[in-house]
């Protein structure tokens, strides 16, 4: 029995020896609580950032498509100039190219300065073929430019007033643009302000639904001013980004409708002096010269700050852009060639020139 303590100290000293071991070989190895292993989410998030990124040049190239395809028809026009402007420039090919500006719907002023730059450019530079190609491109561009230019909302409730002659997709671009300042993070409301149609109405209701934008409208033939001014109150206090006003379709050539369009501004202005923020004046393509009267008459009357070519897909008359742009002086904010959301884009004077061109190319 006299071991027995002897015994019990040498098992006690083998136990921590074995308990030593094993801490040291847990410490060896990585617990499962280590971050390596699960930092994956983190890093994912970057390359998807960097994805979206990248899909930014797919989205311009898809847009540039839907444009060609878009002014499939205007473009009609400008197919044979690659095969005429390969020589010479003559009395002949001059009166060719005049005959293309004329029937896309350059209107005559605008034939008369782009003929005479390019008559110039050939003398002073001695230009032929492809250099005569090159130098109209730069001369059509050069007249878009100055038209490209976007509007910025400041502070506040920015009233968006959209005006326009029946059926020229005022309504429905309205929609579309509802939805697009919503998924640009901002807050939208809608005035239905076309009191004198139902439809229009239930056209901006529908929009509403889809863009997730609310809709604030009166029974059929309320005063139009009123449910503006009504609407504009009712954004404010709610802090609202963008309030866009929709009003009834005038012709232009009818004082006693502009009258109430100027109604309706004057009416913004007893609540907001700034208002509207942006004038946006909604013109059909297809119209052709037509459109440089309604700019003329709505500018008179509303202050018109900015344009909305529509229809372009369905005119060979796209040509007006190039009217409008160096008679009226007015940025051309959008331009649509389709009925969907993404056929409605800000205006790009250089994919717009160069879709007229685009078969030359081929």
């Known amino acids: ?15 921590l020896v074995v308990w030593i071991a094993k801490r040291a070989r847990q410490a060896d190895q990585p617990t499962p609580s280590v971050p390596a292993v699960k930092r994956e989410p ?11 990124k990248a899909a930014e040049p797919v989205e311009d190239s898809q847009w540039r498509q839907r444009l060609s395809g878009g002014l499939t028809r205007t473009r009609g026009a400008f ?21 293309v500006l004329l029937s896309s719907d350059l209107g005559m002023a605008v034939t008369q300065k782009v003929i005479a730059s390019l008559r110039a450019a050939v003398k002073d530079k001695g230009l032929k073929g492809d250099q005569i190609h090159a130098e ?23 009233v968006v007033m959209m005006v326009g002659v029946n059926g020229a997709g005022k309504t429905t671009t309205l929609g579309k643009l509802a939805a697009k300042h919503k998924a640009a993070g901002r807050s939208v409301t809608i005035a239905a302000g076309d009191t004198f149609r139902a439809a229009a109405v239930e056209q901006l209701k529908a929009w509403g639904e889809r863009a997730e ?14 449910v503006i001014f009504d609407a504009l109150a009712s954004a404010r206090a709610k802090g609202v980004d ?8 005038r012709l232009q ?30 013109l059909d393509a297809g119209t052709g010269q037509n459109a440089l009267s309604q700019a003329e008459l709505f500018t008179q009357a509303v202050g018109v700050t900015g344009l909305v070519l529509t229809k372009l897909d369905g005119t060979a008359k796209g040509g007006v852009a190039f009217a409008v742009a160096e008679q009226m002086g007015l940025p051309i904010r959008y331009v649509g060639v389709g009925e969907g959301i993404a056929d409605l884009q ?15 190319n081929a």
């Open 346 to 360: 800000p205006f790009d004077a250089e994919a717009f020139v160069a879709a007229l061109f685009e078969q030359d």
């Open 242 to 249: 963008i309030l866009l006003a929709d009003t009834a379709g």
């Open 136 to 158: 109209l491109r730069a001369q059509l561009s050069q007249i878009l430019q100055p038209s490209q230019r976007q509007w910025t909302p400041g502070q506040g409730t920015q």
């Open 79 to 99: 197919a044979g100039l690659g095969q005429l402007l390969q020589g010479e420039f003559t009395d002949e090919l001059e009166e060719e190219i005049e005959d």
């Open 213 to 226: 934008v609310p809709v604030i409208a009166q029974d059929t033939g309320a005063d139009s001013a009123s």
């Open 42 to 52: 983190a890093a994912a998030s970057e390359p998807g950032q960097v994805a979206t």
């Open 253 to 282: 050539n009818k004082d006693h409708l502009m009258d109430e369009l100027s109604k309706v501004v004057r009416v913004l202005k007893k609540q907001d002096p700034e208002a509207p923020h942006e004038v946006l004046l909604v």
């Open 1 to 15: 029995m006299e071991f027995a303590p002897y015994a019990v100290g040498v098992l006690m000293g083998i136990g």
